[in-house]
């Protein structure tokens, strides 16, 4: 078998959202939309890698090159923007053999990385992948590390009344009668992503955290991506907006991205805002909320009083004999 790895010039950049929309392991952040602007706010070249078995499309690897210090590094996401998944995603394997699928897995990654060992060279290598690309032993065959990180998913298909039993006692509670007439929420624009953003920004600042996300990537991420991809939801009090949420989604999942800082309001505004998010959501035929992160302790237990169900999705990293210096190249850019 052989698969041929390019960089995707701009005729075949024309059909990546197609084989975006074809990967069961795909997501919002893999569309061409989303890799430009992410590049654009990281100061990354983009390297848009897709693999071909003759004429058919067999995967799709987006890489984020960063060389500081004369060091190449690489990601899949790119570090700070807070994306949470991208990495490899394949492309037309659903029909296939198990043996024959694994053949063609092995040998896309590994076409992969030797382009990038032949056209980067990098020190240092590190990926987020997708909690539905769950093989990763051709990542492991390639001299990478894959440890497991967290997330939870609410399934939405029971429906609205279903969903809402499931609740924690506290949860229902909090959403069950609807929001307070003195609150409101709603879809927003341009001025609800700078709120939301900017009120996130401030939390991370009053614990001393670091938070790189900038509304102007926010922005050109929503004006990039079709229409109702990127989605903003406010709460106001009396009409004082108090908090919100970003949310990404595609077909079949949304997620729960950026907003949800702590607020002083006298409602549980963050409560009823995820509730307003998965009602829209499942209006639509969407059927999972992706709640992006179970990893921290703090506020696992806010995420949890949902139902939802713990996925797993990998980080995986491989460093070349100058570790140190790589690693150091890294932290620099956070």
């Known amino acids: 078998m052989s698969i041929e790895i390019t960089k995707a010039t701009d005729d075949e950049l024309d059909d990546w959202n197609r084989y975006v929309e074809r990967s069961p392991h795909a997501n919002p952040f893999h569309r061409l939309g989303s890799l430009e602007t992410m590049a654009d706010h990281a100061n990354a070249d983009l390297h848009p890698l897709i693999g071909f078995k003759g004429q058919e499309p067999v995967g799709i690897f987006p890489i984020f090159e960063i060389e500081r210090m004369g060091v190449s590094t690489v990601f899949s996401p790119p570090p700070d923007l807070l994306v949470p998944y991208l990495g490899p995603a394949l492309c037309n394997v659903e029909k296939l053999k198990q043996r024959k699928r694994e053949r063609r897995h092995e040998k896309f990654i590994d076409g992969c990385f030797e382009w990038l060992d032949r056209a980067c ?9 997708d909690p539905r690309y769950d093989d990763f032993r051709p990542l492991g065959w390639n001299g990478l590390e894959a440890s497991p990180n967290y997330s939870y998913r609410v399934d939405l298909t029971p429906g ?4 809402l039993k499931r609740f924690s006692s506290d949860a229902r509670s909090n959403v069950k009668n609807g929001a307070p007439e003195h609150c409101t929420i709603e879809e927003g624009g341009e001025d609800a992503i700078r709120r939301i ?10 614990q001393d955290e670091y938070y790189a996300v900038t509304p102007a990537f926010v922005i050109d991420l929503r004006e990039r991506l079709p229409d109702g991809c990127v989605r903003a939801y406010v709460c106001r009090v009396d ?4 908090g919100g949420m970003i949310t990404l989604e595609d077909d079949d999942i949304i997620y729960r991205w950026q907003g949800g800082a702590k607020h002083d ?31 921290s302790r703090r506020l696992n237990g806010y995420k949890a009083k949902f139902n ?5 999705y990998h980080q995986a990293e491989r460093a070349g004999p100058a570790l140190q210096v790589a690693r150091e190249a890294y932290l620099r850019l956070r």
């Open 265 to 295: 309001a006298d409602v549980a505004a963050n409560d009823l805002v995820d509730w307003h998010i998965m009602r829209d959501a499942i209006d639509r035929d969407i059927d999972g909320y992706d709640l992006v992160g179970a990893n």
């Open 197 to 206: 953003v900017t009120q996130v920004s401030r939390r991370y600042d009053a």
């Open 239 to 242: 009409g004082r907006f108090v």
């Open 308 to 312: 939802p169900e713990l996925r797993t």
């Open 121 to 129: 060279d990098p020190r240092y290598v590190h990926l987020n992948t």
């Open 160 to 163: 609205a009344d279903d969903l």
